[in-house]
């Protein structure tokens, strides 16, 4: 064999086995790629399935208070018509015993038992009132849960879509929506009232770099940040869950 035609076979096998290892490294190289976006993936649908666990749950208490409700609403509807009635004739007893006495065809015994009557009829007339009063509070106390309810629903719905699940973003039983890192684009929280930049750094360091997280906050995830930010009722007193709402709205024209 010429050495060229060596040269040539040589380099042949070269070739062959640069081949070989490019595509070895590809195979590896894309399972590392799947692994990955397996495991992102299976993340992802773990947090929807979550956030669609966590809905189907408010969903069924707002139901159950809806119900509640409206038994309470009926309840009281009827306690308002009973009022209603008693007054009426409680005041037609007592036009009536006026004008009895007025024109005296009634004597004493009949004008005490006349007055025994007008007094059961106050007793139970206020007995009632006591009633429709503790059913007012027990009302407006379910109205309150169910708009709660309903405030918490709709933020449930709306989780999937408010968050990307490929950008780090996880979401805590305690501190609601947060960022594993910080992501791509952050809002500037200052701008809210009662965050200064040493607050602004602590709220990063937990996780919360935008408006949308803050407008997603609830009772309980504003008292978890409240005892470990230090500030009581800071939170609420500076309204920050309304500011971000409207920072947000004003920065991506999207209400929240």
């Known amino acids: 064999m010429d050495a060229i035609s060596y040269f040539f076979f040589n380099s042949g096998i070269l070739l062959l086995v ?15 790629i799947w692994a990955k976006f397996k ?34 609403q009926y309840k009281e509807s009827q306690h308002n018509e009973q009022l209603s009635k008693l007054h009426t004739e409680n005041s037609q ?29 106050k007793e139970s007339l206020n007995e ?17 849960a169910a708009a709660k309810e309903n405030v918490l629903a709709a933020a449930d719905k709306k989780a999937p879509d ?9 979401r805590d ?4 929506f947060i960022y594993d890192e910080k992501p791509a684009t952050a809002d500037d929280l200052t701008k809210i ?18 408006y949308r997280q803050i407008a997603l906050w609830n009772d309980a995830i504003i008292e978890e940040f409240a005892t470990r930010l230090s500030f009581k009722n800071r939170v609420k007193q500076d309204d920050w869950v309304n500011q971000a709402k409207e ?9 929240i």
């Open 193 to 210: 009232k009662g965050i200064a930049t040493v607050l602004n750094k602590k709220l990063n360091d937990f996780g919360v770099y935008t």
């Open 162 to 170: 408010a968050v990307n699940l490929m950008s780090g973003v996880t």
């Open 39 to 72: 495991k992102l993936f299976s993340g992802g649908k773990q947090l929807l399935d979550k956030c669609e666990a966590e809905t189907n749950t408010l969903t069924q208490n707002n139901l159950s208070l809806q119900r509640r409700l409206s038994r309470a």
């Open 93 to 121: 007893m007592l036009s009536e015993l006026a004008k009895l006495k007025q024109q005296g065809k009634i004597d004493s015994d009949n004008c005490h038992e006349c007055e025994q009557q007008l007094k059961t009829a």
């Open 128 to 144: 009632l009132n006591r009633e429709n009063s503790k059913l007012a509070k027990e009302l407006e106390s379910l109205q309150q």
């Open 18 to 32: 640069l081949a070989l290892v490019f595509f070895l490294l590809g195979l590896l190289l894309g399972w590392i």
């Open 173 to 176: 039983e305690k501190l609601g």
């Open 247 to 255: 920072l947000h709205k004003a920065k991506y024209r999207e209400p």
